[in-house]
């Protein structure tokens, strides 16, 4: 049976994963394949560890590698640039949970993974306060501030998924006095790296607002009903001078 090039592709795909390929027996029973496979896995293996480097430092690299081992068997990379592979990685530790009885596990790896997406987005101009502060209040209203494509943000109720993330990230002592509370964080990479810091649930319902297109007037509402007591006007200087959002002559 003769394959087209996407049934190759598919069927070596499932081979270096170590699935069965009948169609492809006549090369993958050769002794330099599986060197080759073995390679490959291993590559893999070493961008898993290097792409989430807070999951690493929790769990040890023993577990880390027979996790990362699991996962290529299930995904190879899908794009060359190998510091975004394991996209999925994340929803993974969710699943074997039972297995590594850590329940923030799954969350600090969400953070390792949008690091790395912050890191590799293109930049673009970024808003300057004095652009707002020469609007009309309801034109101010109607705006749409745009989150620029390397913010990255997210909000982990039940976990301190920022301090566990920078306590890996950092080599840092986890403090036993921390307060086991929700988290949320902000990235926001520039010239001189990713930089990060806290960001209250309101901020992060903010910034889901304004990804999706609604006006500020909206967009803070539905801050305020996710964190009635937050300080918007804090939280808009400080998302401002952090260079989360576009210029508003680009969209």
């Known amino acids: 049976m003769k394959l087209t090039l996407s049934q190759f592709q598919d069927a070596f795909a499932l081979a270096l994963q170590g ?14 394949f599986a060197v080759y496979r073995n390679t490959v896995m291993a590559g893999c293996v070493d961008a898993l560890c290097a792409n989430f480097p807070s999951v690493l430092t929790l769990v040890g690299r023993p577990w880390m590698e027979a996790a990362a081992v ?8 899908d794009d060359p640039r190998l510091v975004l592979y394991g996209s999925a990685f994340a929803d993974l530790l969710a699943r074997l ?6 329940p923030y596990l799954a969350e600090v790896a969400r953070l390792d993974a949008l690091w790395n997406e912050a890191f590799c987005a293109l930049d673009a101009p970024c808003l300057d306060l004095r652009a707002l502060a020469g609007m009309a209040t309801c034109d101010l209203a109607r705006s749409v501030l745009c989150p620029r494509g390397n913010a990255r943000w997210h909000w982990c109720d039940a ?8 306590c890996g990230r950092e080599q840092l002592a986890w403090q036993h006095d921390q307060p086991w509370v929700g988290e949320g964080v902000l990235f926001v990479a520039g010239p001189e ?20 297109g609604q006006p500020l007037e909206q967009a803070s509402q539905h801050a305020h009903h996710a964190q009635p007591d ?12 952090a260079r989360v959002f576009l210029s508003l002559n680009v969209h």
């Not at 949970?97 to 850590?102: A, C, F, P, R, V």
């Not at 960001?199 to 304004?210: P, S």
């Open 193 to 212: 790296g990713v930089g990060h810091q806290p960001l209250e649930k309101g901020g992060c319902a903010f910034l889901q607002a304004c990804a999706a």
């Open 70 to 77: 699991a996962y290529v068997r299930q995904a190879l990379p």
């Open 159 to 166: 976990h301190p998924a920022y301090s566990l993330w920078r």
């Open 230 to 241: 937050l300080d918007f006007t804090d939280l808009l200087a400080r998302l401002v001078g």
């Open 97 to 102: 949970q039972g297995e590594h009885g850590l």
């Open 19 to 32: 699935r069965p390929a009948p169609q492809l027996a006549a090369l993958t029973e050769q002794p330099a």
